[in-house]
């Protein structure tokens, strides 16, 4: 027989001694309550603390780290279809700093979904990259969790009757009555984007050779990541900011992902319409910003009845665009609630992009060949993290379309345009308040 001396020997130094950390409160009860009056007990992880959402599921199998950093989950409840959640810990969040990072390993620096449903709480993780435990982690940040509950039927519950509020009740809250349905709180009556984006200005990569500005809606590490990589100098810009009054010194415009209902977003919608009427450089927006270039395009937005979440979901091109190809599948990364209407006719200057495969779906729309125009949105994640990178090109696609709107503006001019950009009046521009470094 082998001695456990030996076994140890055999583990690589790196995932020794990692195994071990859980949350201290493994044992306190959990309760998570519906709105629709049903009520599934388990056992506490992570903060012991009792908390308001509106319950959603994901079907990802795996990056629930990336998942739980996601601003576009804030004020949700995520329960995670696959059940054993945390058994490769968490990584230390910060990135090597230097001039190309957005300072996070993972989508932002805190737990942004308001709790954590799981079947089986992993209480050993192994990862060389793991320094703690779901559970620790999600004291440290807190969050609730809850494990020990049959997340197969809350997530048929969802499916049925859809995305549901719901109350994560912790200790001796687990004990009380549920409450009653005037009770639950909505997040969705708040403007959760205006809580996650940048209140200033700042830029990354400020010496890239095409200059990009961003509205900031509550985006994910990796898109910024993504536009970084592609040597964009990026400049991320409030929600609200009016884009107009500084976009002569940018080569492109990218609308992020975000939280909540997209119709708290109009203003940046209104002013989106007068930059598609007065500029023509490439725009791209992803799910939220893709729902805003809907929106400032003519199109409606309405809310789904579960929304589609995970990292498996299939989308059929309708059009060719770069490295898009009609006719082809994608796999994709989601996590929306909302969609945009697919309206017959489509606004004029706009055609579909994408669909969903699974519920016929918009995935994507952009601007027609003979509009003019070069904007595309779409409803998926690009950036995967985690997820496939099935049409991570499309970063590329879109920064390649920047530069040769630069490119082509020198040769127009005559003159260097490529010096950095210049504050608009009011607009205090504070350069790279994050560190900043990208890996390959
Ligand atoms: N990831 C996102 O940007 C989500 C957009 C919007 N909050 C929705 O749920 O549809």
């Known amino acids: 027989m082998i001695s456990p001396r030996i076994l140890r020997l055999a583990i690589p130094r790196h995932a020794r001694g990692l195994a071990s950390q859980v949350g201290n409160n493994t044992h306190i009860p959990g309760v ?33 780290t990336e998942s739980m950093t996601d601003p576009s989950y804030r004020g949700q409840i995520l329960v995670f279809t696959t059940p054993l959640i945390g058994n490769y810990g968490v990584p230390r969040n910060e990135a090597p700093v230097d001039n190309k990072d957005v ?24 990862h060389y990259l793991a320094v703690e435990s779901l559970a620790s982690w999600c004291q440290k940040n807190g969050v609730p969790g ?17 995305t549901t509020l719901g109350r994560v009740a912790v200790g001796s809250d687990a004990s009380l009555p549920p409450p009653k349905p005037e009770e639950y709180w909505d997040p969705t009556t708040e403007n959760l984007v205006d809580q996650a984006s940048t209140k200033a200005p700042y830029t990354l990569n400020p010496n890239g050779d095409v200059k990009i500005a961003v509205l900031d809606f509550g985006a994910k590490a990796n898109i910024l990541r993504s536009l970084v990589r592609r040597n ?16 002569d010194q940018y080569d492109g415009l990218f609308l992020t992902n975000g939280p909540g209902d997209p119709k708290h977003c109009m203003e940046a919608a209104m002013n989106l319409r007068r930059t598609f009427q007065e500029w023509n450089k490439p725009i791209f927006g992803i799910c939220m910003g893709h729902q805003v270039i809907g929106m400032a395009a003519g199109l409606e937005a309405y809310r789904m009845m579960f929304g589609n979440r995970g990292h498996n979901q299939p989308v059929l091109a309708l059009a060719s665009s770069g490295s898009i190809r009609a006719g082809r599948v994608y796999v ?25 495969c699974n519920d016929s779906s ?24 985690g997820g496939p990178l099935d049409t991570i090109e499309m970063f590329t696609d879109f920064v390649n379309e920047c530069r040769a709107m630069r490119l082509h503006r020198r ?30």
């Open 32 to 64: 998570l309550h519906l709105k629709t009056g049903q009520s599934f007990y388990g056992r506490s992880f992570g903060a012991p603390k009792s908390i308001w959402g509106e319950t959603v599921f994901s079907t990802s199998i795996t990056s629930y």
């Open 103 to 126: 300072g996070v390993v993972l989508e932002s620096q805190n737990i942004q979904c308001s709790a954590v449903v799981v079947a089986d709480v992993a209480e050993k993780f192994s």
């Open 146 to 162: 809850i494990t020990g509950v049959d997340t197969r039927a809350i997530t048929r519950l969802l499916r049925d009757q859809g």
């Open 232 to 247: 964009a100098s990026v400049t991320v810009l409030p929600w609200n900011f009016d884009f107009n009054t500084v976009r």
């Open 332 to 356: 994709t990364s989601q996590n929306h609630q909302y969609a945009l209407k697919l309206q017959d006719p489509f606004p004029e200057g706009w055609e579909p992009f994408f669909i969903n």
């Open 362 to 385: 918009v995935e994507g729309i952009k601007s027609t060949a003979d509009s003019g125009k070069k904007i595309w949105g779409v409803q998926f994640h690009p950036e995967s993290a």
């Open 411 to 440: 040769a127009e001019t005559g003159g260097d345009v490529m010096g950095a950009p210049k504050a608009a009046p009011g607009m205090a521009t504070v350069e790279s308040p994050q560190p900043i470094s990208v890996a390959a």
